[in-house]
Antibody
Framework: QVTLKESGPVLVKPTETLTLTCTVS??????????VSWIRQPPGKALEWLAH???????SYSTSLKSRLTISKDTSKSQVVLTMTNMDPVDTATYYC?????????????WGQGTLVTVSS | QTVVTQEPSLTVSPGGTVTLTCASS?????????PNWFQQKPGQAPRALIY???NKHSWTPARFSGSLLGGKAALTLSGVQPEDEAEYYC??????????FGGGTKLTVL
């Protein structure tokens, strides 16, 4: 059974750095066919892809947010971590992690439940 | 900046058929964009429906189908059920591992 679960702070202050963790089970981050993405959704708005990381440690970032994002993984802990610097109230959103089957390019077949992050002083 | 455009809202009667579309600001959508479709109900995470234009996941109901139509990706629901009322998002792949979601279509079953 494939599951993903996001964890991190509920509230961050403007200019702070956000660190989110995605813990996966039912598949391995060392599996050559798998990767994990982060996606966010501001309240009442559309989904936005942020970044992904593959088993070979190849990473890709949204061009509009690239300067603020870092994605990494700890295979032994089955965790993928996303950091986003210089948080602003417009970054208030539900942040999701989702699996990518990149060998046959099937993105986001499984999603976490999401975690709502509010940016406010 | 690349923009993916969907109809903001559509309404369909129960048992009817409706087609949602997904257009790219870069031009015609082809299979090389690997169009994906997701369904999201209020308070829930999105659920994958269609990948690579027309392929269904094992859990995707048969009434959902994906295609290319007039330079756009399309999602057709045939024999719409009340539980199909939801927001639907398309996703396109732009190479360089860049992924862009559409703005979503709110489907009302009325």
């Amino acid at each position: 059974q494939v599951t993903l679960k996001e964890s991190g702070p509920v509230l961050v202050k403007p200019t702070e750095t956000l660190t989110l963790t995605c813990t996966v089970s039912g598949f391995s981050l060392s599996n050559a066919r798998m990767g994990v993405s982060w996606i966010r959704q501001p309240p009442g708005k559309a989904l936005e892809w942020l970044a992904h990381i593959f088993s070979n440690d190849e990473k890709s970032y949204s061009t509009s947010l690239k300067s603020r994002l870092t994605i990494s993984k700890d295979t032994s802990k089955s965790q993928v971590v996303l950091t986003m610097t210089n948080m602003d109230p417009v970054d208030t959103a539900t942040y999701y992690c989702a699996r990518i089957r990149y060998f046959d390019w099937i993105p986001f077949d499984y999603w976490g439940q999401g975690t709502l992050v509010t940016v406010s002083s | 900046q690349t923009v993916v455009t969907q109809e903001p809202s559509l309404t369909v009667s129960p048992g009817g058929t409706v087609t949602l579309t997904c257009a790219s600001s870069t031009g015609a959508v082809t299979s090389g964009y690997y169009p994906n479709w997701f369904q999201q109900k209020p308070g829930q995470a999105p659920r994958a429906l269609i990948y690579s234009t027309s392929n269904k996941h094992s859990w995707t109901p048969a009434r959902f189908s994906g295609s290319l139509l007039g330079g756009k990706a399309a999602l057709t629901l045939s024999g719409v059920q009340p539980e199909d009322e939801a927001e639907y998002y398309c996703l396109l792949y732009y190479g360089g591992a860049q992924l862009v979601f559409g703005g979503g279509t709110k489907l009302t079953v009325l």
